[in-house]
């Protein structure tokens, strides 16, 4: 639309994303290919223009508002944030330390523009043909091997599916056979890891018929997400074209929701993609509901009070039940293990199977993972309580507010799967930048964490593309880069227990492999090459394709071999006179 001269502005219609409308626009320089002033535009002065206040607004200029943002970086910059908003020159916000000190100081580095590679690096095509043995040797790269200190100029020889070898130039030997693929000093990263998402189980969110993440009964732990994956998905490639290779698909209906598999994001059949089926149980503490004079969570419902105006029922009567019911599967399932192996060890008939009893039976010994769906401190709290009394293996996702536990977790040994940080606070008296800081608290804490894509939201669907972005604000509020970059690479892989296999550049490893040019975690980087298990695949998805088209038919309209658009009279191209030549272009497209 831009390339065709139309004044394009970005909004939000979402709360937290208004927050974070420079990221917003950002994007536009990585999928769109607008340039940074365009881009800047978009969120200034093409807005301030469409209201008709750009005589106001839009730009700092003698005689406008003083409506003035200072950020600690350049705006686009997925590490900046902002420090001080001035509005008609009055301060309407300004930063500060826990200590209560104004906290601007500039992130080290150039300001001046946008972080992007260079021209020519962006411009690079990385083109490599079919190889018969499937051996490669990408050279000339910059590694970042997540396990490790980055590696200038390296190596990297992939064989079999596997990493071979990764090294210095000089420390690695290339086979003869393999195909060479010279980088130049583009980026090489370990995929990233979504440690939970619905990719593969949910495609139109208006289509009931589309979605299979969840079951009507909310005791149903033998259903398995593996059984559901639908691989020809249009948001797994849409996910993976951004460097997400790997992901751990969760099922989110009831409160014992299923097992959840772990993918890669390639594969012609559901057996294709798995790498684990049964990698974890997924459970949901039932959500905890806050009584009237207690601090509560943004967003409407306030218990009422009881009949007559009496004392008001308890809000949480229900979830006590449900929590109870949790236990008793968990030591019901370890009843009918035991009565399982006594049969068996006596040489006796064992009783019929019981499928939902016996998916339990590794999760209920502590052999396997389970995953609480946890939230507030409250659920958290009955998550690790629940954990240890029945001595689960005890993984909590979601978060919001496990910052506030951060202690009672390092205590437990139980890790966190932080539903990303672009979201808003859970409490009214929350800090603005709870959510954001999150990642940086349980660092501090000693917390083993992870960050994956967000449940719920108004994109859920392509939430997961979006993960490097939700991991990148959190080094804006205090988390190191390094571990940023952990949080969606390894420290996933090794929550999930897949390490072995994934989420680091090592040898050994699966060759899962993201080719970009400049920073992976930076909205406005270039994804120009993938690999997955060894296999070369371009970042294309439907939305480049969609891209390509309507560029195509622009260019069409451009050169005079189309027309912009037909008004109901046959033949009259809108913007025409009747008298006019059928040769005078479309409404200005010439």
Known sequence: MTEAGANVCIKSDDAELMRHLNHEAAKMVKYGGVTEA???????????????????????????????AIFNAHPFDAFARCELAVIDGEVYFQRREPGGKPAARPRPGDHSKMPQAPAELRARSIDIAAQPKGIFALVRANIHPVS????????????NGRIAAVGPASAVTIPPEAQTIELGGLDVWPGLVD?????????????????????????QPELRTSTALHPDSEHIPVTRANGILTSYIEPTGGVISGQGCIIDLNGWVPRELTIVDAAALNVRIPAYVARDGEPRRFGPGRPGQGPGGGEPPDPNARRKEQLEKIREHFKKALAYDAVIRGARQKGATPPAPDPRLEALVPYARGEKPVIFQAEQQVEILDA????????????????AEAWKVADALK?????????GTLRLPRKEYDPYDAEYSAPARLEAAGVTFAIKSQEGGPSEATSSRNLPYEAAFAVAFGLPEDAALRAITLAPARILGVADQVGSIEPGKRANLVVTAGNILQPTTDVLALFIDGRPLRPESRHTRLYAKYRGRL????????????????????????????HAGAGGAE
């Open 384 to 399: 690790l309580d629940m954990a240890r009394e029945l001595k689960l293996k005890a993984i909590i996702s979601g978060g």
């Open 555 to 582: 260019e069409e309209v451009r050169a005079g071999r189309a027309r912009m658009g037909i008004d109901p009279a046959p033949g009259r191209v809108i913007g025409r006179t009747p008298s006019e030549p059928a």
């Open 38 to 68: 365009q881009a800047l535009a978009m969120i200034t002065m093409n807005p301030a223009r469409e209201l008709g206040l750009d005589h106001r607004l839009g730009s700092i200029e003698v005689g406008k508002d003083g409506d003035l």
């Open 195 to 219: 440690a939970g998402s619905r990719v593969g189980l949910a495609e139109i969110g208006s289509l009931s018929e589309t979605q299979d993440y969840a079951d009507s009964a909310q005791y």
């Open 148 to 159: 490790g200190p980055a590696i200038k100029d390296g190596t990297i020889v992939v064989a």
């Open 411 to 419: 205590k437990a040994g139980v890790p966190v799967l932080l539903s």
